[in-house]
């Protein structure tokens, strides 16, 4: 079994031609990605709250999925935020709750969805944005939402969680994590501590997978950079690059699954940053 994975927040850029894909790709940008990588973060079903589907994938975007890759391919796959959003977004101050907010039925025909893919999926990932108090009193409250959750849905499939409040990553919200084999997600970017530290830290805490995601602070100022064109790296990050090559390459030596999901946004082309980091990581052995 693999214990690394390394890929990028989704596949579909032009702007990775010779990069990532040969001319001509552009029929199946997937089947040439799944030459070069092992895993792929997939968002597309995430951006679900308001929209009648509510996210389910389509049986034939599945089935098209599973033919462009291998056996050994993994898909880390992003929840319907339908499950995960407290409340609608809103332009002004007035919070309507949000009924699907981890909605135990949602999840299972989310799932079932997927069918074609099961043995492929790495990880599902739940994205929890930052939760202030008028969405959530307290963390205590959140994890006991959490538990009851987890203890419905099926039991062993590839669960992970990332949140967007600091102050909440600790041991005991590791702990929790471990005692249910559920994955943290630890996000480089949105103001969040630095993962090579949060690694450093509570590396004794950790459970058997982790999963990292590359992504920046300033999406828009980078969008400015690059105009859209994902095929160099703007805002170069090798102290951050190594320093978190490092930590991986230590919890990797206690025999722990890792995957590493990197955004065109944290340094301007995901592809150029994996050749980065996978440079560090290769001078670690």
């Not at 959003?85 to 809103?90: F, V």
């Not at 074609?116 to 959530?136: C, D, S, V, W």
């Not at 997978?209 to 602070?217: A, Q």
């Not at 690059?226 to 805002?235: A, I, L």
Request: include cysteine; charged fraction near 25%.
């Amino acid at each position: 079994m693999e214990k690394l994975y390394i890929g990028t927040c989704s596949w579909k850029y032009p702007s990775w031609e010779y990069l990532v894909y040969p001319p001509g790709s552009e029929e199946n940008f997937l089947k040439e990605y799944a030459k070069k990588y092992n895993s792929v973060e997939v968002d597309q079903w995430f951006w679900s709250l308001g929209k009648r589907s509510i996210g389910l994938p389509k049986a034939e975007t599945v089935q098209e999925y599973d033919q462009s890759t291998g056996e050994e391919f993994r898909f880390t796959i992003k929840c319907p935020n339908a499950l995960t959003l407290t409340h609608h977004y809103s332009k002004n101050s007035q919070l309507i709750r949000n009924e699907a907010f981890l909605d135990i039925e949602l999840f299972n025909s989310f799932w079932d969805a997927l069918y074609p893919i099961h043995a492929k999926i790495g990880l599902l990932m739940f994205q929890f944005e930052y939760l202030n108090r008028t969405k959530m009193t307290s963390r205590a409250l959140f994890m006991d939402q959490l538990h009851k959750f987890f203890e419905a849905v099926p039991a062993d499939l590839p669960y992970a969680i990332e949140i967007r409040n600091p102050r909440w990553i600790d041991s005991i919200w590791f702990s929790f994590l471990r005692q249910r084999n559920i994955c943290p997600v630890l996000i480089e970017g949105y103001w969040m501590d630095s993962v090579a530290a949060l690694l450093d830290r509570y590396e004794e805490d950790l459970g058997q997978t982790v999963c990292i995601r590359l992504h920046g602070d300033d999406r828009s100022g980078i969008e400015v950079l690059t105009g859209g064109n994902w095929d160099r790296r703007v805002q170069p990050k090798d102290d951050d690059l190594a320093q978190i090559a490092r930590s991986v390459t230590r919890i990797l030596q206690g025999d722990r699954v890792v995957y590493v999901n990197i955004n065109n946004h944290y340094e301007g082309s995901a592809p150029l940053t994996i050749e980065s980091f996978t440079s560090y990581l290769r001078a670690m052995r």
